[in-house]
C-alpha cells in the first residue's frame, strides 16, 4: 500500500488528465471521420476542432516526459518498437477483419509495419523521436530545426512514404517544446487567469469552421490534398500557431490532482491502441444493431458515449495486466538473461 501512495504520489495527475482527455477525443476523431460527408457538416467542424491540438498535445507530453535523453534512447526498442510491431500486427488482422465486416477504409488502410496507415503511425514517431532526441537537442536551436524539418517534409512526391513516416517530422517541433518545457514553465502556465485558456479554446472554433479541412493535415504531403507548396507551408505555420496556443491553455485549464480520469491517461499506450482497433469499425457495426446514427443529434450523443466508454473499458488494470504478461513472454523469447 505504501508503494501504491508513493507511485501516486511522484506521478504527474495533471499529464494523466491530460492524456485521458486526448484520448477520449482521439476515438471521437475516429469515429466521426465516417460522418463527413460535405465540407460544411458540423461532423467535419467537430473533427477538425479536434484536430488541432490533440496530437500535438500527444507529442508535447511525449516530449515533456523525455528529458533523459540517453535513457529514453536506451529503452526505446523495448518500450516503443516491439510494443508497435506486435500492435500493429494486431491491428492489421482486427482491421482486415472489420473491413471485411463493414467495408470502411478499405482504399486507405494497407497492411505494413514499415509504412503504417494506422493511427499506430505515433509510436513509430515516438521510437524515432527517443532515439535521436539526444543528437537532435545538441544542434544550436533544436526548436528551428524540427520547424524547418516539418514545414519541409510535406514537399515530397512520395505519398505512402509520408503517411507512414511524414508525421515524426510534421509533429517533431510539439515533441521539442515538450522536451523543453521545464516544471517552472508549466506551474508559470497554470498561474494565468483561466479566462486567457477559455477564450483560446474559445477562438479555436474559428480555424476548424473558416480554413480548409487540409490545413492542418499532418499525414499527407501537400500536394496530395489539394495545396501547393507555398500555400502547404503558410497553413502549416498556421496550424502550428493555433495548436501551440491551445497546448497552453489545456495544461492552464486541466485539474491537476488526480481524478477519475487519471486511470485512462496511466493506461495510455492501453487505451491508444484499443481505441484505434475500435473507432470507428466497432461504432459502425453498433450503427447496423443499434438506431443510434437515425439523425445528427443523436449520431453525436451515440459517439460521444461510445468515446468515453472505449476510453474507460481500455484503461481497465485486467487489460493491463494481459498487456504486461505478454510482453513479459515476448521480452523473455528476446532478451538474454
Known amino acids: 500500500m505504501e508503494d501504491k501512495m508513493a507511485e501516486i504520489k511522484t506521478r504527474n495527475c495533471l499529464f494523466d488528465n491530460i492524456k485521458a482527455v486526448m484520448l477520449v477525443l482521439v476515438v471521437a476523431g475516429h469515429t466521426l471521420d465516417p460522418f463527413i460527408t460535405n465540407q460544411d ?3 467535419r467542424y467537430i473533427m477538425q476542432y479536434i484536430y488541432l491540438f490533440h496530437m500535438p498535445m500527444f507529442a508535447f507530453v511525449t516530449g515533456y516526459f523525455s528529458k533523459n535523453a540517453d535513457a529514453v ?18 491491428y492489421i488482422v482486427t482491421a482486415e477483419v472489420f473491413i471485411f465486416i463493414v467495408s470502411y477504409n478499405v482504399n486507405v488502410f494497407k497492411p505494413s509495419l514499415l509504412l503504417p496507415t494506422s493511427p499506430l503511425y505515433y509510436l513509430l514517431c515516438v521510437f524515432f523521436w527517443k532515439v535521436f532526441w539526444k543528437d537532435i537537442n545538441k544542434l544550436r536551436y533544436p526548436e528551428i530545426f524540427a520547424v524547418i524539418s516539418g514545414l519541409f517534409i510535406s514537399l515530397i512526391q512520395n505519398r505512402e512514404f ?15 517544446l515538450g522536451a523543453k ?38 499525414r499527407f504531403t501537400y ?44 493506461n495510455s499506450i492501453i487505451v491508444y491502441v484499443g481505441s484505434s482497433i475500435c473507432a470507428p469499425s466497432l461504432y459502425l457495426v453498433l450503427a447496423k444493431v443499434l438506431p443510434v446514427t437515425a439523425n445528427m443529434w443523436t449520431n453525436l450523443l451515440g459517439i460521444a458515449i ?17 498487456y504486461d504478461w505478454v510482453l513479459s513472454k515476448i521480452y523473455f523469447c528476446l532478451y538474454k538473461v
Open 181 to 218: 518545457c521545464t516544471e517552472q514553465h508549466v506551474q508559470r502556465i497554470r498561474q494565468l487567469p483561466k479566462y486567457i485558456g477559455v477564450i483560446i479554446m474559445g477562438l479555436g472554433i474559428i480555424p476548424a469552421i473558416v480554413l480548409p479541412y487540409s490545413f492542418r493535415n499532418v
Open 223 to 266: 500536394e496530395s490534398v489539394g495545396l501547393s507548396n507555398l500555400a502547404g507551408i503558410g497553413y502549416r505555420i498556421l496550424f502550428y500557431f493555433i495548436a501551440t496556443c491551445m497546448i497552453i491553455a489545456i495544461i492552464n485549464l486541466m485539474p491537476q490532482g488526480k481524478s477519475k480520469l487519471s486511470q485512462i491517461g496511466e
Open 162 to 176: 509520408h503517411i507512414g513516416i511524414g508525421a515524426t517530422f510534421s509533429l517533431m517541433i510539439f515533441f521539442v
Open 306 to 322: 461510445f468515446s468515453v466508454f472505449v476510453a474507460w473499458f481500455f484503461s481497465k488494470m485486467w487489460i493491463k495486466k494481459i
Open 73 to 90: 534512447r536506451e529503452k526505446a526498442v523495448k518500450s516503443v518498437l516491439i510494443p508497435y510491431i506486435l500492435l500493429q500486427c494486431a
Open 41 to 43: 457538416s458540423l461532423f
